[in-house]
């Protein structure tokens, strides 16, 4: 069965940085969406950053956008995501999800995806 495991979260100062990595396995798919998604303590899960397996296309919210980097590995079955010059609001359980259909953009919400990880804390604080 599918299984998504995310690691790399952490405690990290204002303007710091963190490679969030999410490990998938048992794809049967050619071509899928794969993505990271957060949740803040209080409010609703939200879509942060969303890829297409085949030809790289990316999606990135408009509160992390040239601040958060999307990338994947194929070979390795895994997908990263760099954060970089993070906030106090960036705080939030971010987790893993994909779905087995083709990428659009309008994909990258939580009703678009079907398997979800466990998460990653990143908490930003001085």
């Known amino acids: 069965q599918v299984q998504l495991v995310e690691s790399g979260g952490g405690l990290v100062q204002p303007g710091g940085s963190l490679r969030l990595s999410c490990a998938a396995s048992?794809?049967?798919?050619?071509?899928?969406?794969i993505g990271w998604f957060r949740q803040a303590p209080g409010k609703e899960r939200e879509g942060v950053s969303c890829i297409s397996s085949s030809d790289g296309s990316t999606y990135y919210a408009d509160s992390v956008k040239g601040r958060f980097t999307i990338s994947r590995d194929n070979a390795k079955n895994t997908v990263y995501l760099q954060v970089n010059s993070l906030k106090p609001e960036d705080t939030a359980v971010y987790y893993c999800?994909?779905?087995?259909?083709?990428?659009?953009?309008?994909?990258?919400?939580?009703?678009?995806?079907?398997?979800w990880g466990k998460g990653t804390l990143v908490t930003v604080s001085s």
């Open positions: 048992g794809f049967t798919w050619d071509d899928y969406t």
């Open positions: 999800a994909a779905t087995g259909r083709r990428y659009i953009r309008q994909l990258c919400t939580p009703g678009g995806m079907n398997y």
